[in-house]
């Protein structure tokens, strides 16, 4: 009797291990790794970039106006995203428990409905539709890294140039200007930094703070379209498998 107990015991851990959704709960598990990345570092990232622009780049307020006002905004969208992803990866997690335990049966006389299979086809739909957003997201994410990544080279020739070449007119007219990038209008001045001036920039705390930052939240964007393309082949898989039953009228 006991033997029997403890048979029915290991049948039923392994009937529940079975049916754990190991790819739904790994990319759950990155989804919000990478939402905390990106919310956590593009948040402070937004509020260290007012700063670096509003002390060397621009002198009077209205030069930065609209961006200041844009990162406020956009940091409200953040916490909006927080929200949202956090609430959205139970979902998803919940339908990937639904769907493999559909799939292989394991709780008995468990049937998935034609409710269920729909339900699961707005899920891969939703999903699909984000993670082309979150494309978005990802590449616009890079524009900022990819200004700081060219401002820090070109601070690293100026530094060469001024070993090399005693004289400033040398390697003065090597600028970075943040007007080309779109984070001041073309009336701004200076609106850009030239020479040593501009490699005294790259040395502050200000810079390398923002530029982590930003190459941090770069990371979390692209854990987090990788979570959502992670969550799209196994619950695609497992509609196409209910489905496919389904029609054999076995569901």
């Not at 048979?7 to 190991?22: F, H, K, M, S």
């Not at 997201?137 to 890294?145: D, G, K, N, S």
Request: net charge neutral; hydrophobic share 45%.
């Amino acid at each position: 009797m006991d033997l029997q107990t403890e048979q029915g015991c290991y049948d039923c851990c392994i009937r529940c291990i079975g049916a754990v959704p190991y790819p739904s709960l790994v990319a759950t598990l990155l989804c919000y790794a990478g939402m905390a990345l990106f919310c956590g570092c593009g948040h402070e990232a937004l509020a260290q970039t007012e700063v670096l622009v509003s002390t060397y780049f621009a002198r009077n307020i209205q030069d930065y106006e609209v961006m200041a006002s844009f990162i406020k905004y956009f940091q409200y969208v953040i916490y909006g995203l927080a929200s949202f992803f956090f609430l959205y990866g139970i979902l998803l997690l919940a339908e990937g428990f639904y769907t493999t335990s559909a799939v292989k049966q394991t709780f008995g006389e468990f049937r998935s409905t034609q409710c269920g299979r729909c339900l699961s086809l707005t899920f891969i739909i939703v999903t699909y539709i984000l993670a082309f957003i979150w494309l978005a997201v990802f590449a616009f994410t890079a524009i900022p890294v990819f200004f700081l990544f060219n401002m820090e080279q070109t601070c690293h020739n100026i530094n060469i140039l001024a070993e090399t070449t005693p004289s400033i007119n040398q390697h003065g007219w090597i600028c970075m200007d943040a007007r080309q990038y779109g984070l001041l209008p073309w009336n701004a001045m200076p609106g850009k930094a030239c020479g040593m001036t501009l490699a005294s920039i790259c040395k502050t705390s200000e810079f390398y703070v923002t530029y982590d930052l930003f190459i941090a939240a770069f990371a979390g964007a692209g854990v987090t379209l990788l979570a959502l393309f992670l969550y799209l082949v196994p619950t695609t898989y497992n509609y196409a498998v209910l489905r496919f039953l389904g029609r054999k009228g076995i569901r």
